[in-house]
């Protein structure tokens, strides 16, 4: 292979970018605090009603994500990826349409966990760790800085659209980006693995030995559940998920409550997702070159740190260094999972495993989200249940730090685990 074009690896790691920037965590999960107060005055319905909607994707979303996982392990990201890309969009178009019946705002985003699944970091993480070894770190955390660009970008555009055309316009407005942007997009770049194209991992150049190895290194699903690290993941990405998201879906309504107009609130929401991008790609930098738990540690007492900031109803400049400190924890844990996936468990059933481990962060995520719309529903503010998320983030840290060491993963064959390239 030539050395002075460009692998194509990294052309994966760019599809990955604009994939996951228009993908669910963007549509669903980011952009979501912009529509709760238009949804209030529209239909009367209260905010923990609304945040349930949360809870129907997380939930669905957990039962998906091992299915997803195995699908992926079986036929391939493509396969599964671009039929789900391309529901993801309609569906949420199909918002422009929707009525007072709040089981149909439910059932919108029951359709989207299950059709729309693949459109999120399980799918882009095992395409990476295909791709990638030495250069692992660093390209999850480029690839999956899409979500940050998500985050950063989506909100103030879905904003921007209700402030001028009102919610359902940019509920159609998300999903043509979908459609029209990240669809095309991963249909014509999106490739498997290099073995595809005849390369190798990092643009590592190919040898006749290299082209007849079989060898897959990892455990089984069975020899995984068996791991201390594997039950300790699953704890770890459960509180990460309640606190993560929490912030995320009502950082909008909790900035415009302390006196932010809701275009500096939906702000608010990009400035995290910037700082999500800055979290995401300095993070998986430093898993290339430092033990991953320890960084794990170090970026999730960022979040500890920030919602105390904000349980202590502090408004104004500070609310913003409370929101880097929040989004830079957030820009590491799916890089995190993904990473500590492919080193506790290996590439043998990867995307089974990160499934169990996103189902994990899925019913976090649900949990988390209801019980802060409902807090607030019941004491009128968000003090209480802030001060528990900090406390669970520095849960997670204690729970990392008993991680221990990467095992030595054991080599199977690719032929009779039944694995697609």
Same mark, same amino acid.
């Given at each position: ?64 994500? =091992? ?53 999120? =970091? ?20 480029? !690839? ?27 509920? #159609? ?13 991963? #249909? ?84 995290? !997702? ?28 960022? =979040? ?11 408004? !104004? ?62 004491? !009128? ?25 990467? =095992? ?14």
């Amino acid at each position: 292979m030539s050395t002075n074009k460009l692998f194509y690896g990294w052309k994966i790691v760019g599809v990955s970018i604009i994939g996951l920037a228009t993908g669910w965590a963007a549509i669903g999960i980011f952009s979501f605090g912009a529509f709760i107060k238009p949804l209030e005055l529209e239909f009367g319905w209260q905010r923990g009603e609304i945040s349930l909607a949360l809870a129907v994707i997380n939930l669905t979303g957990i039962a998906m994500a =091992p299915i997803l996982g195995f699908l992926v392990d079986k036929h391939g990201v493509r396969k599964i990826l671009l039929p789900s890309s391309l529901m993801l969009g309609l569906l949420t178009a199909s918002l422009f349409f929707l009525s007072s019946n709040l089981w149909h705002f439910y059932g919108i985003w029951f359709l989207v966990a299950v059709l729309g699944c693949a459109a999120t =970091p399980l799918s882009y993480s095992k395409v990476i760790v295909k791709w990638f070894d030495r250069k692992r770190g660093i390209a999850l955390g480029l !690839g999956l800085a899409g979500v940050g660009f998500g985050a950063a970008l989506m909100p103030p555009f879905a904003q921007a659209l209700i402030s001028a055309y009102g919610w359902r316009v940019a509920y #159609f407005g998300l999903g043509a980006l979908v459609v029209f942007i990240g669809f095309p997009m991963l #249909f014509f770049f999106l490739r498997n693995s290099p073995e595809q194209m005849g390369l190798r991992s990092d643009g590592d150049p190919v040898t006749n030995e290299t082209k007849t190895n079989t060898l897959l290194i990892g455990y089984t699903v069975q020899e995984t559940i068996r791991q201390k690290s594997f039950w300790l993941m699953i704890g770890i990405f459960l509180c990460i998920g309640m606190v993560v998201t929490s912030i995320i879906v009502h950082l909008i309504p909790m900035l415009v409550e302390r006196g932010f107009e809701p275009s500096k609130a939906a702000q608010g929401q990009a400035f995290l !997702g910037l700082s999500l991008i800055f979290g995401r790609v300095f993070a998986g930098y430093l898993m290339d070159r430092f033990f991953a738990p320890h960084v794990s540690i170090a970026f999730m007492i960022g =979040p500890a740190i920030g919602v105390a900031i904000l349980a202590s109803g502090v408004s !104004g400049p500070i609310v913003f260094l409370a929101i880097i400190l929040v989004g830079m924890a957030i820009g590491a844990e799916f890089d995190v999972m993904g990473y500590l996936t492919s080193r506790y468990s290996g590439l043998l059933s990867y995307g089974l495993i990160f499934g169990f481990l996103f189902s994990a962060f899925e019913l976090g995520a649900a949990i988390g989200s209801v019980a802060m719309g409902y807090c607030h529903d019941i004491t !009128g503010e968000y003090t209480i249940i802030l001060w528990i998320m900090s406390g669970l983030a520095l849960f997670a840290c204690f729970l990392t730090s008993m991680l221990g060491a990467y =095992p030595e993963l054991p080599e199977k064959e690719l032929a009779s685990a039944g694995q697609t390239a």
